[in-house]
């Protein structure tokens, strides 16, 4: 089945559910069984039936199917929001003595987390440049138990050669953890590129309404056991209610994720000539320096994007902002509404420096018309001018 038949198709069973096209919300915290022999066989390794709440419920399994078959992977857990799916996944593989190989374009609260919860625990957090591709073997120590990474980073759009990185750590028995919520799994097919445990913020293009907090892990077969039993352990979950919406998006990823790269791309060329412009950071662009990995590794490119202006000073880049009507100032992304968002790099660095001395811009590009918001974006630019 090609990619656009599977959405439709996977994560849902009729006949099991009234005839009902979609999976219903259930809602449920205690699970009864027929009988006291029953409840004394249930499986403990079996995630996918009916044992108690926190186990999920047909809902919840509905997405993670759906999921994990579209991304190319062996099964999938749902959990309350994209950072704890970082969270469990990384503590699926670390422990007190352990070395951990991380990106340093990976989003902020992960450097957070490893910063401040991993390294009081014991565990030794290594940061490595983005574009170390195959050389990351020089870093691979004997007690280095993963490598994360995120390709593109999602402030700053490095491409990451994860083939490369995943022949060295595959060689060493080291699992490849990345955070792929930029490539979705319609865009990337992770597995393919030799990731082992994917990681997705959901409340992001998943769930695509900016509405539902959702992270979903999606592993290879060799660690979905250690993985799922973590994130029972730390009694992390999901619940019908979101998984429903989560699912009730993700029908119409591509098609949305189609429309606002094509969107995304206009904006991102407009901006580009601007000569207040001084470089835009998107892989999707052909000038772009991880174009080629780009072209090679994803189907298409997600709606999100930088770019970085000549030095300005503060109130200028405030009149730019604040003159936009149509991007709304937040984090997040992934919706079908434009977002602006001016994030600091330059403390969110420790193994390589940031070149650029003027502001980085992040846009979210929503499905609005581009045309409408390439004017926007000139009038905040002309009023950016006017200041000083
Ligand atoms: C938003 C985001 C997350 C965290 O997701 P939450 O659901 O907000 O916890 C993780 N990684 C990236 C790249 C993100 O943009």
Redesign the pocket.
Known sequence: MKKDTLLGRSGRDPQQNAGAINTPVYRASTIVFPDIETYASRPSNDYKIPRYGIHGNPTTWALEEAVSKMEGGYNAVAVC??????SAALCAFVTAGDHLLITDSV?G??RTFCDKRLATFGVEIQYFDPQIGGAISKLIKSNTKAIFC?SPG?LTFEMQDITAIAHEAHARNIPVLA?T??GTPYFFRSFDAGVDVS?H????YIVGHSDV???VIVTNEKYWLPLRQTVADYGYCSNGDDCYLALRGFRTIGVRMKQQMHNALQVAQWLQQHRLVKRVLYPALESDPGHQLWKRDFQGAASLFSFVLHPVSKPQLAAFVNTLELFGIG???GGYESLITVPQISGLRTATTWPNDGPVIRLHIGLEDPEDLIADLERGLAQLNKSN
């Open positions: 929001s994209g950072l704890a799916a970082i989003y609260p992960t995120e999602s955070d919520t930029w990681i913020a959901g409340t992001k907090m959702l992270g984090s997040s992304w």
